[in-house]
């Protein structure tokens, strides 16, 4: 059966209904640009996308040398062939004509065309002038979620070990630098427990923060598709706004945002109250249990209705649903990650998991997702606080065991403090001590909080910035140089998604002009630098995207994310793989802790742990006497209120985030037609009873302030809680579709001109949900509805005037059940 679905209008498509236990059905979900047959593609390329964690796997379509479109791939484990708007829609973007196709240099305060060589000589001699002046703490390298792992692998390396400086971090620290932390402090180590395939097997699944249905559409279909089986799951969803699962839940908890560890708290108390907590489990595989006890002892749901403002029966609600399950999955996502209490909140969800023993079987797992599509492998790498392969900085033989790999001595590799993280990079910056900031993948002068701050950090005259990306965006304008780059289906690399699952992506088409791809920039820069291991060789002796991989892997022999078992050819043609892959597992691993904890050893662990409070490090003397036997780690956090409270010139709270069809700061997907339209503009919502007392209604423009900012967008009202905004933060000042940017009398946009400087103290994450504010009328609407999308969180709560958001005839996909697919498929290498 093959039906062609508006997959603007009907995000999630049509339904393929499975029973709990069973294998999900493959469905090929396919878009060809217009006037495109599939007989008349000439090459399909395998790939995944790159535009959110989950990793879906699909083709990309090749006519005449050009991207005609994609299809899913059906043989893979992670969508089964199945494809969300931004999939199907976004590689629309590559073949703009605004792309960069020229390196730039700033002459005269003007950005003007250059050649490479003369970029990369300005680069390099700059870094040369800093490191004999003021020594390697003077430059940092601000990197991306968004490359491949032979480019994080390769950039690491030249920072770590070539340069010799502890400046290197990823936009992963605003992203999912609490999804590692939890998982650390939890089970001394990265690596997600849980697999996508739980899904098919759990009872209870529960959503912490996270609107999976607008931010990994593919997996929310997976669940919708459970919901029309027979013994569907049971739902918890605990968000402030009514999002499709809030809709869809059994028990939808809608708390004052910055609460989560009062609310965990509650549910914790509840469950050891009612005595559902396996205590077999918990003797085995936990140090903790009667601090955790003690700690929420008191945390009665009346103590957390008063504090989350959340009826004590609905928690008891939850509790029972969470208590009772079967097999839980659960979930967390940036509700819980981008507030005061981060890691401490992220860690009462992995203490559900442990106290119930819900580890390491079918259907009984945690997902503490990242967000983008690469963020495990700015991770893995050692691109952003960690050493490669999640060595512990504070273990010597970790250290000396990566000098040996890199054929480096020990002291080479910056160990005497953590690496920097990304705001204390920018604070350095800012202070003067970084005179050299490298920012690959990734659009700060948006997507960093207190925007005016960022801007002018970035616009200092001292501060040499390079930028590396692929459009002239906010960020670039303020650099020195700028390097034009290949993205994803110009190059090739490998990436791993949220379960662990890694996945090639082949280059499909040339890159535009004399555009490179990161890996060629990087070696590049390497070679100019003419980096050394300790005999005097190169350190970077790799040259190509499969010799880095192969180098990678020799990185990662024996530890956790162990790639020895993959290779590219391996990694073609069928499904994505599942690390750790090697000798004991060749065909990857579907769940971690099947048996016991198994990284948490003293000498093994990622870290001795932090406080979860203060954020002070623990010491390996208090870890091994915590934990000797390295056992799973049950730790306590008491609630603390949030850092800014609303007062009477800001009396609401502001929280930020993500609709279904833009990414981020939408580089790509303003640039993707049927996207752009989807949600062209910003939009700011509010509840019913507050827009009754502000006097305001659908459409209605107003400002939204802060004591950092300001922003304007029109008024969408919605069911969320009453108190709280909402402001998606996807929009900058250049306006990507008419090309045009800001003169002196366009109002902002950016959400992030008005969040704060402050980030969890564990994690270092940015809080991005968490503000005060103010709402102001700026001018009433005149019929214009607000540009929100009706098929998401951001539906009106009433008829209001508002067109429903529909894609038309360009926005079809194609959903075939008849799944044999063609696999020849072929990469230009
Ligand atoms: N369409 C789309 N998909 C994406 C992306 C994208 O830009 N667009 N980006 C990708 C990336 S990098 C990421 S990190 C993920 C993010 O994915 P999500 O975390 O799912 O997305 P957000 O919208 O940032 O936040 C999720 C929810 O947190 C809720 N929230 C806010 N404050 C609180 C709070 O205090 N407590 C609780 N419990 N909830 C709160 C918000 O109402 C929101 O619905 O998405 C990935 N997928
Ligand atoms: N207020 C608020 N702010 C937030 C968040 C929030 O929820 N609220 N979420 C935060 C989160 S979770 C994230 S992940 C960040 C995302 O923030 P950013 O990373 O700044 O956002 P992107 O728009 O994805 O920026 C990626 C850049 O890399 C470029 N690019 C794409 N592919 C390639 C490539 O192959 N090579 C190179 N060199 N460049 C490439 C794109 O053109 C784009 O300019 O935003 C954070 N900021
Ligand atoms: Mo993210």
Redesign the pocket.
């Given at each position: 059966m093959k039906t062609s679905v508006d997959r603007i209008a009907r995000p999630w498509g049509s339904r393929t209904p499975y029973a709990r236990g069973e294998a999900w059905p493959a469905r090929a979900d396919s878009h060809l640009a217009e006037g495109v047959g599939p007989e008349s593609v000439e090459r399909w390329v395998q790939a995944a996308s790159i535009?959110?964690?989950d990793g879906d796997a699909m083709d990309i379509a090749v006519k005449d040398g050009r991207m005609v479109g994609v299809r899913g791939r059906v043989t893979d484990r992670v969508n089964r062939g199945r494809l969300g708007p931004?999939d199907a829609f976004g590689w629309q973007a590559n073949a703009s004509q605004d792309r960069l196709t020229k390196p730039l240099i700033r002459r005269d305060g003007r950005l003007v065309e250059t050649d490479w060589d003369t970029a990369m000589e300005t680069v390099a001699a700059r870094s040369r002038d800093l490191l004999q002046e003021r020594g390697p703490g003077s430059i940092g390298f601000y990197t991306s979620?968004q490359l491949f792992l032979e480019e994080y692998y390769t950039l690491t390396v030249a920072a770590r070990a070539g340069i010799g400086t502890n400046h290197l971090d990823g936009n992963t620290r605003l992203?999912?630098a609490t999804a590692a932390e939890a998982l650390k402090e939890s089970f001394g180590c990265d690596g997600q427990p849980g697999s996508y395939d739980d899904i098919d097997h759990a009872d209870v699944i529960a959503l912490?923060?996270?609107?999976?249905a607008?931010?990994?559409p593919v997996q929310w279909m997976r669940v919708l598709d459970r919901l029309e089986g027979s013994d569907p799951p049971r739902l918890v969803c605990?968000?402030?706004?009514p999002?499709r699962v809030a809709r869809a839940a059994t028990v939808h908890l809608a708390?004052r945002?910055?609460?989560?560890v009062a609310l965990l708290n509650a549910l914790l108390h509840e469950i050891i109250r009612t005595d559902r907590i396996d205590h077999d489990y918990i003797k085995a595989h936990t140090v903790g249990f009667d601090e955790l006890a003690k700690m929420v002892e008191h945390c009665t749901p009346e103590w957390a209705e008063r504090i989350c403002d959340v009826p004590a029966a609905r928690i008891m609600e939850a509790a029972e649903v969470l208590g009772t399950a079967d097999r839980l999955l659960s979930t967390a996502?940036?509700?819980?990650y981008q507030?005061h209490q981060a890691t401490a909140a992220a860690v009462q969800i992995n203490n559900l998991h442990l106290l119930r023993g819900m580890l390491g079987r079918p259907g009984a797992g945690v997902l503490q997702m990242n967000?983008?599509p690469t963020a495990q492998n700015t991770r893995e790498c050692g691109a952003n606080g960690d050493l490669p392969g999640f060595r512990n900085w504070q273990n010597d033989q970790h250290v000396a065991d990566l000098a040996k790999v890199w054929n480096v001595e020990p002291m080479t590799i910056p160990h005497y403090a953590p690496p920097t993280h990304a705001m204390q990079m920018f604070r350095y910056a800012e202070q003067g001590s970084i005179r050299m900031l490298w920012i690959s993948g990734t659009n700060p002068a948006v997507s960093l909080p207190e925007l005016s701050r960022i801007r002018s950090i970035l616009s200092q005259d001292r501060l040499f910035v390079v930028v590396q990306d692929l459009f002239l965006t906010e960020t670039a304008q303020l650099a020195d140089v700028v390097l034009p780059a290949a993205t994803w289906g110009e190059k090739t690399g490998t990436f791993t998604n949220a379960d662990r699952t890694v996945h090639l992506s082949d280059k499909a088409v040339e890159p535009p002009g004399e555009a490179k791809p990161d890996l060629d920039i990087f070696l590049d820069y390497a070679q100019r630098m003419d980096f050394r291991d300790k005999d005097g060789g190169p350190l970077i002796s790799w040259h190509d995207p499969e010799s880095t991989f192969e180098a990678w892997k020799r990185c990662s022999v024996g530890r956790p994310c162990d790639y020895t078992g993959l290779t590219y050819d391996k990694l073609r043609g069928g499904s994505g793989i599942q690390w750790p892959c090697n000798e004991q597992a060749p065909q990857g691993t579907d769940r971690l802790y099947t048996d016991g904890i198994a990284w948490a050893q003293p000498d093994m662990c990622e870290t001795y742990g932090k406080d979860l409070v203060t954020g002070a490090s623990v010491s390996v003397v208090e870890y091994r006497s915590l934990n000797p036997d390295g056992k799973a780690m049950l730790k306590a956090a008491e609630f603390l209120p949030p850092h800014e409270a609303q007062s009477d010139g800001y009396p609401f709270q502001l929280?930020t985030?993500?609709?279904?069809?833009?990414?981020?700061t939408r580089t790509k997907t303003g640039r993707a037609p049927q996207l752009n339209a989807a949600a062209p503009d910003v939009w700011v919502e509010l509840s019913p009873s507050d827009a009754e007392t502000q006097g305001l209604d659908e459409g209605d423009l107003v400002e939204v302030a802060s004591p950092r900012g300001a922003l304007r967008g029109r008024v969408r009202i919605t069911d969320i809680r009453p108190g709280l905004l909402?402001v998606p933060f996807?929009y900058g000042y250049w306006d990507t579709a008419s090309g045009s940017g800001p003169d002196d009398t366009t109002p902002a946009r950016a959400a992030n001109e008005t969040t704060i400087t402050d980030w969890d103290p564990v994690s270092k994450q940015p809080l991005f949900?968490?503000a005060a504010a103010a709402v102001t009328l700026v001018e009433k609407s005149a019929g214009q509805p607000a540009p929100a999308p009706t098929t998401t969180?951001s539906a009106p709560s009433r008829p209001s005037g508002a067109r429903p958001t529909e894609g038309g005839a360009t926005a079809g996909v194609l959903e075939s059940t008849d799944t044999g697919q063609d696999d020849t498929v072929g990469g230009t290498r």
């Open positions: 535009l959110h964690s931004k979620g992203c999912t912490f923060g996270h609107n999976i607008e931010t990994q605990v968000d402030p706004r999002t708390p945002v910055g609460t989560n996502l940036q509700g819980i507030s967000g983008q929280t985030g993500r609709t279904l069809y833009h990414f981020h909402f996807h949900k968490t969180a």
